[in-house]
């Protein structure tokens, strides 16, 4: 109703997603009872829920891909008993935007490696290879699921990750 | 307590203590693939669909939203139906928080200030009444007015299951003993069992759907002899002497375990 108490305690994590299907911030702030049946039926262990640390968020499910990334088997969304997490597809799950830093990805440094274009779950819908087989996202079809910066062998990891506006 | 009899007081520790296994049990299946059942006290179910939802969380998600959303209203419902049929049953037989509140009571015990046998006094118990319904209310007006459904924060009964989520899946203690720390440490120092008597929000929605043909001790007129043993060990200042058994009484049957003459027993008849 009143967002700006919402916007008052967003103290927001720096490197998390929110887990496939979920809605706006606000909109998953005013449905998640915190029930923690998305972090039990996930079958990777991505999700947990976030700690007293992060105050208004307490509770609500969150994806940190750098420990563990979202592999878009969408078993959470049906579970959610309040509808936090909307039903969708593969592709409608809207987590986030990847991009590639080709300034420290090694296939821009004349290096062969395409271990993002291998490991994406959505098989070259999301990410492509160029005619001198570097990584390109197609931006219409990457949902962010956070994989691509997971496997990435750079020390830095050569790829960003906009969480739905949220920069990581 | 001299005839204690042991009716009820058995099967009630026994449920109180499988269901406590259950929510510590269900995360660590859950994460050993075994998913026949999955969820908390908040919202039980399969990985493919929801049988029973807290009702609070349902009620605050409604007025949030303004949508009306089937299966929840659905799984919300059983539990509501469960307190039409049962009092405010759930309570003493099924919720997590409650084995620590009788732990809380078992400390007041120790240090001594489990003495107070009287009932409270009839103004006391409709004031305890009262602050009961407004703290459900004014929660859910807070829920509605900020957007976020406020109760669920400080749910103790939540906190103690996320407690073990996050214990399994986190392997880290989080920060969810800190209320149950605070509610015992008031219900030891400041009022007994002051959390579930007057302020749990749960409770007084069940309490206020049980009515006088839900399941109640109800007294037997004809074998009490006014001994004064059920309104002693009542933890909730219920006076079942005085035909006196509201909507904070919890059907923990404690009452009908003490009483040497069978004079009160757990039944849905008004008279009888």
């Known amino acids: 109703m009143f967002d700006f108490i919402q916007n008052l305690f967003k103290t927001l994590p720096a490197v998390h997603l929110r887990p496939p299907g979920a809605r706006d911030e606000s909109g998953l702030l005013a449905r998640c009872i915190k029930c923690g049946r998305c972090v039990e039926v996930c079958p990777y262990q991505s999700i947990f829920l976030a700690p007293y640390s992060q105050w208004i968020l307490y509770g609500t499910p969150l994806i940190d891909p750098l420990k563990q990334p979202c592999y878009l088997c969408m078993k959470c969304p049906p579970v959610c008993p309040t509808g936090a997490l909307k039903p969708v597809t593969k592709a409608e799950s809207n987590m986030g935007l990847a991009k590639v830093i080709e300034e420290t990805c090694l296939s821009y440094q004349d290096t062969l490696c395409n271990l993002c274009y291998r490991h994406c779950p959505l098989k070259g819908k999301a990410i492509t290879l160029d005619e001198e087989l570097r990584p390109v996202i197609i931006n219409e079809g990457c949902v962010g699921c956070g994989v691509c910066l997971y496997v990435c062998p750079t020390e830095s990891r050569a790829i960003t990750l906009n969480a739905n506006g949220r920069k990581i | ?272």
């Not at chain 2, 349902?58 to 009306?68: E, G, K, M």
């Not at chain 2, 006014?226 to 009484?249: N, S």
Request: hydrophobic share 45%; aromatic share 8%.
């Open chain 2, 1 to 272: 307590m001299k005839r204690f009899t042991h009716r009820y007081q058995p099967y009630r520790r026994l449920i109180q203590a499988s269901i406590l296994l259950l929510m510590i049990a269900i995360p660590f299946l859950n994460l050993l693939k075994i998913d026949v059942i999955q969820g908390t006290l908040c919202s039980i179910g399969t990985s493919e669909m929801t049988f029973i939802t807290c009702p609070i969380g349902a009620i605050q998600t409604f007025l949030i939203t303004r949508q009306i959303d089937l299966v929840l209203l659905l799984s919300a419902s059983v539990l509501v139906i469960f307190a039409f049929v049962f009092g405010r049953a759930f309570c003493s037989w099924i919720c997590v928080q409650h084995i620590f509140s009788e732990m809380g009571d078992k400390i007041r015990g120790i240090l001594g200030k489990n003495n107070d046998s009287k009932p409270d006094s009839p103004k006391r118990y409709q004031r305890g009444r009262k602050i009961l319904l407004y703290f459900l209310g004014g929660a859910l007006v807070a829920a509605f007015i900020t957007g976020i459904p406020v109760i669920c924060y400080i749910c103790p009964i939540g906190s103690i299951c996320r407690f073990f989520i996050n214990g399994t899946y986190l392997h880290k203690i989080g920060g969810e003993l800190i209320i149950l720390g605070i509610i015992l440490i008031m219900e030891i120092s400041v009022a007994r069992r002051g959390w579930c008597k007057y302020l749990c929000p749960v409770g007084a929605l069940y309490g206020a759907c049980s009515h006088s043909r839900s399941l109640k001790v109800r007294r037997n007129a004809t074998n009490c002899v006014g001994c004064g043993q059920c309104v002693e060990v009542c933890p909730m200042g219920e006076a079942p002497l005085h035909d006196r058994i509201g909507q904070t009484c919890t059907n923990c049957a404690i009452c009908v375990d003490s009483c040497g003459t069978n004079a009160l027993k757990l039944s849905f008849k008004k008279k009888g």
